[in-house]
């Protein structure tokens, strides 16, 4: 019963105000130059996690070329993941989003502001448009672009097999594959649920996988065996 009441009562209203009033911040700020969105994402990645009570553990960044791109593969648990995700790795993260979020006042103006893309996964066509603009993203403003190749949150938290347009991504933008795992987010969050609650989180990183000369079926097999392994730790 507590824990319900400091989620309604607490953290979830403090959340949503913390949110909307650092996105109208970094919508102003962006207007003028864009240096302040990744100083700005992370802070509002680190206050979300601070609010619900999340104790970070993060392993494997010094795999990770912070002046290099990639394409993040990421098993996916909970709301809570992108957070973790945005304020530990060292890198301009941008997000492959459902087309809906970008419909939403402010909010959606300063996501496509910021370079996030949005993409229709009930049309493969329209799908396949978006991965190619998130392919120029990445040539122009040397981003990275988080995916979670399970299509949606694992609702008993195991990790599900992978679709293949992260793997497509890389092929087409020339970069490498970096793994992820995240852990524990789920307790913090369930899908599904709506109690938020305080716990101990990890941040898994694997080495990067290149993609010259791999099809995307062999890639997409190679990075959830990679994820799968970094779960198994």
């Given amino acids: 019963m507590f824990a319900y009441l400091r989620s309604v009562l607490f953290t979830i209203p403090y959340s949503f105000l913390t949110t909307a009033v650092l996105i109208w911040v970094s919508y102003v700020l962006v207007l003028f130059s864009r240096k302040y969105t990744d100083p700005m994402f992370r802070f509002w990645a680190g206050r979300i996690l601070s609010i619900c009570g999340a104790r970070a553990t993060v392993t494997g960044l010094e ?28 890198l301009s993260v941008r997000f492959l ?15 496509g502001r910021t370079g996030h893309i949005p993409i229709d996964r009930s049309n493969p066509r329209a799908a396949l448009t978006s991965m190619v603009e ?26 599900q097999p992978f679709k293949d347009g992260a793997a497509l991504l890389a092929i087409k933008a020339g970069l490498p594959l970096l793994p992820v795992a995240v852990v524990g987010t789920e307790k913090i969050l369930p899908s599904k649920g709506v109690v938020i609650q305080s ?6 990183v694997g080495d990067p996988v290149e993609t010259a000369g791999r099809s995307r079926v062999e890639l997409t097999e190679i990075i959830h065996a990679k994820v799968a392994e970094l779960l198994a730790q």
Avoid: C, W
């Fill in 63 to 90: 795999k990770i070329d912070s002046s290099r791109s990639y394409v993040i593969v990421s098993n996916h648990l909970s709301l809570y993941d992108s957070p973790l995700l945005v304020r530990y790795l060292p």
């Fill in 97 to 111: 989003a459902k087309r809906e979020l970008f419909k939403i006042p402010v909010m959606g103006g300063y996501m």
């Fill in 134 to 159: 998130a392919s120029r993203l990445v040539s122009e403003h040397g981003s990275s672009i988080l995916i979670y190749p399970e299509g949606t949150r694992s609702m008993d938290g195991k990790l």
């Fill in 199 to 204: 716990g101990d989180i990890q941040l898994r």
